[in-house]
């Protein structure tokens, strides 16, 4: 497709289940990020992929979250155990990392509520 | 990835410029200045970005202080749908590192 896609664009659940995000990014773009919004705030870093390999996972808040990209192209993001904290808009962006001045493609977001 | 500072908030006419500032004082030689822009319901989006010279796209204009310390978004005629939260972000063009790192950046409104 012509941009990222995530899906799903909203997923209600309740405290404790388990979750998965799905992020399919621009074709050919080799790196992969996630990120998550609260209201107000600006997005925050949680996970960077070059390829198939998490090159920065420095922002997983915990060992709940964790994220792959097993062929280089689409990532799931996997939420387990879920809070009502982990409330929030989860974003996908891709790039071709061409140079350091790189620029992100965002997809719309997955608006996650835990109930 | 050195911080950046922006106003809150700011309000703009519609039709009218509306010049948004970012504060860099912390700036190292090999930062990038990027803006991106993030309309309600949707992700961010890349609107332009600069190094040392004054940067001009369709979306935008980009003008760079001398010493770098500072830059400002301009955005020549505003519509109603430039209403958004746009963030400065510096990105250091060096390792292999290419995450951005964002702020709280300016809420711009504009009115009709």
């Known amino acids: 497709g012509a941009g990222v896609s995530q899906t799903p664009s909203n997923k209600v659940t309740e405290k404790g289940k388990y979750v998965e995000l799905r992020c399919d990014p621009i074709?050919?773009?080799?790196?992969l990020y996630w990120y998550r919004q609260s209201l107000g705030q600006g997005p925050e870093f949680l996970i960077y992929?070059?390829?198939?390999?998490?090159?920065?996972d420095s922002g997983l808040p915990n060992d709940r979250f964790f994220a792959v990209r097993p062929e280089g192209s689409v990532s799931t993001l996997k939420i387990q155990r879920t809070e009502r904290g982990d409330s929030a808009v989860y974003l996908c962006?891709?790039?071709?990392?061409?140079?350091?001045?790189?620029?992100?493609?965002f997809g719309a977001g997955s608006r996650l509520t835990v109930l | 990835d050195a911080k950046t500072t922006q106003p809150n908030s700011m309000e703009s006419n519609e039709e009218e410029p509306v010049h948004l500032p970012c504060n860099h004082s912390?700036?190292?030689?090999?930062?990038?200045i990027h803006w991106y822009r993030q309309l309600p319901s949707q992700g961010p989006e890349y609107v332009i970005h600069?190094?040392?010279s004054n940067v001009n796209n369709r979306m935008a204009s980009l003008a760079i202080a001398e010493d770098r310390k500072s830059s400002t978004l301009i955005l020549h005629r505003a519509t109603l749908r430039d209403a958004a939260v746009y963030y400065c972000?510096?990105?250091?063009?060096?390792?292999?590192?290419?995450?951005?790192?964002f702020g709280k950046g300016t809420l711009l409104t504009v009115n009709p």
């Open positions: 992929f070059q390829g198939t390999g998490a090159a920065d």
């Open positions: 074709s050919g773009h080799t790196a």
């Open positions: 962006a891709s790039s071709p990392v061409t140079s350091g001045a790189n620029v992100l493609t």
């Open positions: 972000i510096l990105k250091n063009s060096g390792g292999s590192n290419y995450k951005l790192t």
């Open positions: 912390t700036i190292s030689g090999t930062d990038y």
């Open positions: 600069g190094l040392t």
